[in-house]
C-alpha cells in the first residue's frame, strides 16, 4: 500500500486529546482524528479531558502543520467518513506520538484491525511501547490520583460572582465565538474550579451573526459586517489564552468583561477595524478604557471601514480651542462668555444637565448649583470648545454645546463630581457629546454613591431673601443695622443702569435695590420704546461687565425716596463709582459726594475722564469750567448755616473760639479728632481714673461674652501705652476672630483680638454717663493733595505741629448734615487775635495744601483770609514747595 501524502493545515481548534479543526487556505475546515488513540470526552468532562485537550491546544492552535491521513471510517450518520492521521509539529515533533507519552491518551482497543500499512503498523509498534513508559509512570490518565476540576457550566447567581470577581483579571480560554461582542469562556478561576459561560465583550456592539431559530427552524440572515466580526475574533482568539476582567451583568444576565489577549484588548482591534460600535452602557466600568475604544471607532470612521463606509464626518462646529470670560452663569449648565473682542454669547456645557425643576428630589439643588458655578467661574478666564450644535426646537433656540476648562480643570467634570449636575444619555450617532463622556459617567456613579449634591437625600435648606427695597418703611427699619457696619459683603444678582444694582447680602438674608452715592449716570433705555441718555446704555453695559453676578463689598450710607439704599459699592476693593466716573460714564453729583466724604476722590476721577476726553466728556472744554463752578456753587450754597443761596451776598465769617486739643490726624485724608477743653475733658480725666482702678480687678478680668457686633462700645487695651480706653467696633473680621476699633474719646483705631476685648460697665463708663469727647473736623479753606506722598507730608507736618498742644479753634461752620463735622482754624493761643496767623496759613505756605477751586457759601464771605491763603499759596508754588515741586498740578 503506498504511503498517505503529506498535506498542509492550519488548526482552527481542538475538540479533545485526539481531533483537531483543520483549515486550508481558502478557509475550508475539516475534522482530523489522531490515529490509533482515544482521549476523555471534553464534553462529558471526563477525567483529565481538561488536562489532554489543554496539552494538545497550546501546541497546535493557530499554527501551520502538515498531516497524513493513514485510515478512514464510514459513519453512521451522514453518509461521510472519519479521518484519522498523524500530526508533524513546527518544532518536528508528531502526534500522536507526543500525547500517548505524557500519558493523556490511550490506545484503541480495535487499533491493531487499522495497522493495515507497514508505516501505520510501525507507527502502532510505537505507540504500545510508549504507552507502557506512560502506564510504569503513572503519567496523565494512568495516574492513580488524578486531578478532579469542577467545571460548572451554567452560574446560578452571575450578579453574586461578579460581586466576589469584580474587576479582577481571571485566565480563561475561548471555547466558543459566538459574535464579534459575545463569546463562550472556559473561566479558570482556580485550578480546580472552572466556569464555562457567555461573556459579552465590554463597550461595543457588533452586527449579529446568521441565525437560526431552534423553535420553527427559520433562519435570520447576518446584519452587514456581522460574520466579518465574527471570522475577525475567532482567528485572534478561539482556544486562545485570554484574560477576563469581570465588570459586571447585563440585563440578560450575562457576564460583561473586557476580554484581553497578550497582544491587547480585542475590543479596541474590532472597532478599529470597524466591525463594531461604542455602546455608553458600560462607561462607568470601563473607566478610561473607554476613551481608547472611542479613539478606535474615530478611526475607523475617518478610514470608512466596516460598518461605517457609508459615513460622513460632520463638520464640526469649532472645534478649535478659544479663550473667553465668564460674564454670566445662567444656571448650572448654561453660561454666557464674553471673547476678547467683547461680543457675548451663550452656551450649554455639553452632555451634563443641571438638576431637573421638574424633579422634586433634584430641584431643590438647582440654586446651589448656579451658586457653586458662579463662585468659580464669574468674571474668570476660561479656555472654550464648541463640541456641537443643536438645532432650534420648538421652546429652544439653537444651542452650542462646548467643553469649558478653567484652570485646566474641566468645569463640566467639576460640576458633576460634586453633584451638582446630571449626565446626559446620548444616543448612539449622537456626535455631540463632550470628549470626557465616560469620565462624566464614571464621575456620576461615584457622586451617587456618595451621595453628593443633588444625589442626597436631603434636601437644602432653601435661601429666602427678604426684599427690604419694597417700601421705605422696609429699608429704614435695616438702614440702621447696616449702616452700623463697613465693608459688607454681597453679591451683585442684577444690573438696572450704570449705577443701581440689586444686591443680594447672604449673611442677612436680604435683598436689596443698591444705588451708587456721589454720582450720576446717564439714564439707559428702560424697554424697547423708551430711549436712553447719551451714553446711558454705555454705561450700563459698562457696569454689566464689571459688576454682574460679582462678588463685592457695599458700604450704605442712606436711603432715597423708593427704598433704595444709596452708598458705595467696592469690586475688587476699588469703589465703582470712581471707575465709573473714570470711565466717563458719570458725573459727580457734588452734593452728594461731599455727604459722602468721597468728593475728593470722585472729583479726581472725573478730571481724569475729562482731561482724557473719555464718553461722555468726548467734547469737553475746559474754558467751561469756570461757569460750570458758578453753577454747581449756586446749587450747594444751602450747606450754609442760614441756607441762603449762592446768588445772596456771602456773610463775614463770624468769630466763635474754642480751646482744644488735637488728639489724631487721620493718615488717609488729614481730617482731625479734637477735645475741646474744658467741663468735658475734666471728666474724661476722672472718668480714665475710675477706668483704671476698675481693670486692675481680677473679677473685672472677664472676656466677652458673645463676639462683638460693629457699633458696640466695648473696653480696650491700646497696643502703644498698655492703657484702658473706650472704644467703638467699627467692624468685624469674622474668620480671624478680630475687631477694628475706634477709641471714641481720642479717634484713632487699631485692630485688636476679641479675646483681648472687655465688656463696659456702660453704668459707670458708657456714652450715658460721658459723651464720645473725640470730635470731628476739618481744616477750613484747605484742600489736600491726592497723592500719597505728599499726603504724608502734609499729614507729618500737622503732627508735628499741633499734637501734645493746647490750641484756640476757630470754629467757621458747623455741617450739620455730615454729622456735626466741624470746620477750624487752628491757631496758637498767642495769636488767636489774628485769624490771618494760623496753622491753615502754614500748611498753606509748606506747599501741602491748596486752596479749594470750588468754594462753599460759608467759604466765600472770608474774602480776606481767603485772600491771604492765595498769596501764600503763590509764594509756595514760585519756591516750588512740597506739591509744586514739579509745577503748577492744576494748570490746563
Not at 466558543?176 to 464555562?196: A, E, F, N, W, Y
Not at 474668570?380 to 439653537?398: C, F, L, M, Q, S
Not at 495744601?849 to 470750588?854: D, F, L
Amino acid at each position: 500500500m503506498a504511503s498517505p501524502q503529506a498535506q498542509e493545515g492550519k488548526v482552527k481548534s481542538v475538540l479533545s486529546g485526539d481531533t483537531l479543526i483543520l483549515q486550508n487556505k481558502a478557509k475550508q475546515e475539516r475534522t482530523l482524528s489522531l490515529a490509533f488513540i482515544n482521549a476523555p470526552r471534553l464534553q462529558q468532562d471526563e477525567p483529565c479531558s481538561f488536562e489532554s485537550r489543554d496539552f494538545i491546544r497550546k501546541l497546535c492552535v493557530g499554527k501551520v502543520i502538515h498531516f497524513k491521513v493513514l485510515y478512514s471510517i464510514p459513519q453512521k450518520v451522514g453518509g461521510s467518513s472519519r479521518e484519522y492521521g498523524t500530526v508533524m509539529l513546527q518544532g518536528g515533533q508528531t502526534l500522536p506520538d507526543l500525547i500517548v507519552q505524557e500519558g493523556w491518551a490511550k490506545l484503541r482497543d480495535d487499533a491493531e484491525r487499522k495497522a493495515e500499512s507497514p508505516a501505520a503498523a510501525e507507527l502502532l509498534e510505537r505507540l504500545q511501547a510508549l504507552e507502557a513508559h506512560a502506564k510504569a509512570d503513572e503519567k496523565g490518565v494512568w495516574s492513580s490520583k488524578p486531578k478532579s476540576i469542577d467545571n460548572l457550566r451554567e452560574l446560578p447567581d452571575p450578579k453574586a460572582f461578579v460581586e466576589e470577581h469584580k474587576s479582577q483579571a481571571v485566565d480563561a480560554i475561548v471555547e466558543r465565538v459566538l459574535s464579534g461582542d459575545r463569546l463562550i469562556c472556559r473561566l479558570l478561576v482556580s485550578p480546580t474550579q472552572h466556569v464555562q459561560t457567555t461573556v459579552l465583550v465590554a463597550g461595543l456592539k457588533a452586527p449579529s451573526t446568521a441565525r437560526t431559530n431552534p423553535s420553527d427552524g427559520s433562519s435570520q440572515a447576518a446584519e452587514p459586517y456581522g460574520n466579518e466580526a465574527q471570522a475577525f475574533v475567532e482567528e485572534r482568539l478561539l482556544q486562545r489564552g485570554v484574560q477576563v476582567r469581570v465588570l459586571g451583568v447585563s440585563p440578560n444576565n450575562l457576564l460583561v468583561g473586557e476580554v484581553r489577549h497578550p497582544v491587547g484588548n480585542i475590543a479596541e482591534f474590532l472597532l478599529k477595524e470597524g466591525y463594531a460600535r461604542c455602546v455608553d452602557h458600560h462607561s462607568t466600568w470601563l473607566g478610561g478604557e473607554m476613551g481608547k475604544l472611542r479613539q478606535a471607532e474615530r478611526q475607523a470612521k475617518e478610514q470608512q471601514k466596516g460598518v461605517f463606509k457609508s459615513h460622513v464626518t460632520p463638520r464640526a462646529g469649532g472645534g478649535s480651542e478659544s479663550e473667553a470670560t465668564v460674564s454670566r452663569v445662567f444656571s448650572a449648565d448654561t453660561l454666557f462668555i464674553r471673547n476678547k473682542a467683547g461680543t457675548e454669547r451663550r452656551i450649554n456645557l455639553s452632555s451634563v444637565r443641571q438638576p431637573k425643576p421638574s424633579d422634586p428630589k433634584q430641584s431643590p439643588f438647582s440654586a446651589e448649583a448656579k451658586e457653586f458655578l458662579r463662585k468659580r467661574l464669574i468674571g474668570k478666564h476660561v479656555k472654550v470648545t464648541i463640541d456641537g450644535k443643536r438645532p432650534a426646537t420648538e421652546g429652544y433656540d439653537e444651542r452650542e454645546m462646548a467643553t469649558v476648562s478653567q484652570n485646566n480643570k474641566n468645569v463640566a467634570l467639576m460640576l458633576v463630581e460634586n453633584g451638582y449636575a446630571s449626565v446626559i444619555r446620548h444616543r448612539m450617532d449622537d456626535q455631540d457629546r463632550s470628549p470626557l463622556y465616560d469620565e462624566l459617567l464614571a464621575a456620576e456613579e461615584a457622586a451617587q454613591k456618595d451621595g453628593k449634591g443633588m444625589w442626597n437625600q436631603k434636601a437644602p435648606k432653601p435661601l429666602n431673601y427678604v426684599d427690604y427695597s419694597e417700601s421705605l418703611e422696609k429699608a429704614k427699619r435695616q438702614l440702621t443695622l447696616l449702616r452700623n457696619q463697613k465693608r459688607v459683603p454681597a453679591i451683585v444678582d442684577f444690573v438696572k443702569s450704570g449705577s443701581r444694582f440689586t444686591v443680594l447680602v447672604p449673611r442677612e438674608n436680604a435683598k436689596l435695590t443698591f444705588v451708587l452715592g456721589g454720582i450720576r449716570a446717564p439714564r439707559s433705555a428702560r424697554g424697547p420704546n423708551d430711549a436712553a441718555e447719551p451714553f446711558g446704555q454705555e454705561a450700563h453695559d459698562f457696569a454689566v461687565r464689571r459688576c454682574m453676578q460679582r462678588d463685592v463689598e457695599i458700604d450704605v450710607e442712606d436711603t432715597d425716596k423708593t427704598g433704595g439704599f444709596i452708598g458705595t459699592l467696592y469690586v475688587n476693593r476699588e469703589s465703582f463709582a470712581k471707575v465709573l466716573v473714570e470711565e466717563g460714564l458719570a458725573s459727580v453729583h457734588a452734593y452728594s459726594a461731599e455727604k459722602s466724604g468721597n468728593a475728593n476722590e470722585l472729583f479726581q476721577a472725573e478730571q481724569k475722564a475729562k482731561e482724557g476726553r473719555k464718553n461722555m466728556w468726548q467734547d469737553w472744554d475746559p474754558s467751561q469750567d469756570a461757569e460750570e463752578d458758578g453753577e454747581e456753587l449756586a446749587d450747594t450754597a444751602t450747606n450754609g448755616a442760614d441756607g441762603v443761596n449762592g446768588d445772596a451776598e456771602a456773610k463775614p465769617r463770624e468769630r466763635n473760639y474754642k480751646d482744644v486739643t488735637v488728639t489724631f490726624v487721620d493718615p488717609t485724608n488729614a481730617r482731625l479728632k479734637l477735645q475741646m477743653l474744658g467741663g468735658g475733658t475734666s471728666n474724661l480725666g476722672s472718668l480714665m481714673k475710675d477706668f483704671a482702678s476698675f481693670h486692675i480687678s481680677p473679677s473685672n478680668n472677664q472676656p466677652l461674652p458673645s463676639p462683638p457686633k460693629a457699633g458696640d462700645i466695648v473696653s480696650a487695651k491700646f497696643s502703644e501705652d498698655g492703657v484702658w480706653y473706650r472704644a467703638r467696633v467699627r467692624r468685624n473680621d469674622r474668620e480671624n476672630k478680630k475687631a477694628e476699633l475706634v477709641y471714641i474719646d481720642y479717634g484713632n483705631s487699631e485692630t485688636q483680638p476679641w479675646s483681648s476685648l472687655r465688656p463696659l460697665d456702660q453704668s459707670r463708663f458708657g456714652t450715658q454717663k460721658l459723651k464720645p469727647q473725640a470730635v470731628d473736623a476739618v481744616l477750613s479753606f484747605l484742600q489736600f493733595p491726592t497723592s500719597t506722598e505728599y499726603l504724608a507730608d502734609a499729614v507729618a507736618f500737622i503732627n508735628e505741629v499741633v499734637l501734645d498742644r493746647s490750641l484756640v479753634a476757630n470754629i467757621d461752620f458747623t455741617d450739620s448734615k455730615d454729622n456735626g463735622l466741624l470746620y477750624v482754624t487752628l491757631m496758637d493761643p498767642q495769636q488767636a487775635a489774628s485769624l490771618d496767623q494760623s496753622l491753615n496759613a502754614e500748611v498753606v505756605s509748606e506747599g501741602l495744601a491748596m486752596v479749594p477751586r470750588k468754594l462753599k457759601a460759608w467759604e466765600r464771605g472770608a474774602t480776606d483770609v481767603l485772600k491771604g491763603l492765595r498769596e501764600k499759596e503763590g509764594a509756595a508754588k514760585e519756591a516750588r514747595r512740597g506739591m509744586w515741586e514739579y509745577g503748577d498740578l492744576t494748570e490746563d
